[in-house]
């Protein structure tokens, strides 16, 4: 399996048109080893393919192999109890993870803030634009409502950012899973399906760190520096995440109740365009999964 891993860690440091795919298959050869031959052993093959991983491609292997390697260490755990579900969740958030921890790295190590550089190459397109808009014959009312939409699309973009991370993250642990589920017969003969959206079920812990969370919002940072950045991703994050629980109980007590899917699917469709209604879905979510709503709905 190691070896496996050494050949598309060659190709994805070393062949571009082949890169990305081979990037998002690394991880399937660890995740094979580890269903096959249980996690401390995984971590030991690990260890190996991080060394073999600096040989082969010097600082770019060493930052990139870990990653992959403590994805696939995680999927394959979950993949071995037969709970593919989670094996994604945790993909997913040992690629987010590992993302803000290279942010730390970068900041403390070797003080490259990559928010601050977003933010100065921005502004230093400013005269630039300004310029432009000069020539344009535009008159200075108009370069001045130009240049503050233009920096109120640069505030924007950051506020984006952690809302991407998580889309791009959980897309990477979805292609894993695609990948590698051809695989998991072999390996794992009784695989159960992915869990149907309304049986998704978040872990208990998930409500103490949303209010860890809402506390760290508490803190004043400046926008757009790496701590604001940390509490802005972790919070609209855990927003989504608390969200989307509260929806996965709107379809499970239709169901229940054999209301019609159109009603959940209404309640999404009115969240998106009017957004207060979220509160109230979010409070659905936390309670559900602090108190078992779903219990007390069959108990009904």
Not at 268 to 295: H, K, M, N, S, Y
Request: proline fraction near 5%.
């Amino acid at each position: 399996m190691m070896s496996i891993f050494s050949v598309m860690t060659l190709f994805y440091l070393y062949v571009p048109l082949l890169s990305i795919i081979f990037f998002l298959a690394a991880p399937i050869p660890i995740i094979l080893y580890t269903i096959r031959h249980g996690l401390k052993k995984g971590i030991a093959a690990g260890a190996i393919g991080i060394v073999i991983s600096f040989l082969i491609g010097s600082i770019n292997g060493l930052m990139t192999a870990p990653i992959l390697i403590a994805a696939g260490l995680g999927m394959g755990v979950f993949y071995s109890r037969r709970q593919p579900g989670n094996a994604i969740i945790t993909g997913a958030l040992i690629y987010l993870f590992s993302i803000l921890i290279s942010f730390v790295v970068s900041v403390q190590l070797f003080q490259i803030d990559i928010m601050n550089i977003a933010k100065e190459s921005i502004e230093q397109t400013m005269p630039m634009v300004e310029s432009t808009l000069k020539q344009s014959g535009a008159s200075e009312k108009d370069i001045a409502k130009q240049l503050k939409q233009f920096r109120e699309l640069q505030d924007t973009a950051l506020s984006a950012l952690p809302v991407a991370l998580l889309i791009g993250v959980t897309l990477m642990s979805f292609v894993n899973h695609w990948f590698v589920r051809p695989l998991l017969k072999r390996f794992v003969s009784d695989m159960p399906p992915l869990k149907k959206f309304k049986d998704m079920r978040l872990p208990k812990s998930m409500v103490w760190y949303y209010l860890l969370t809402l506390l760290l919002m508490l803190i004043q940072t400046e926008k757009g520096s790496f701590l604001w950045l940390v509490q802005s991703s972790a919070f609209k994050i855990l927003f989504i995440l608390v969200l989307i629980q509260g929806f996965s109980f709107l379809f499970y007590y239709c169901h229940e109740k054999n209301i019609s899917k159109a009603v959940p699917i209404f309640a999404v469709v009115l969240t998106v365009f009017f957004p207060p209604i979220g509160v109230i879905v979010r409070i659905i979510g936390i309670a559900d999964i602090g108190f078992d709503l779903r219990e007390k709905v069959k108990n009904k």
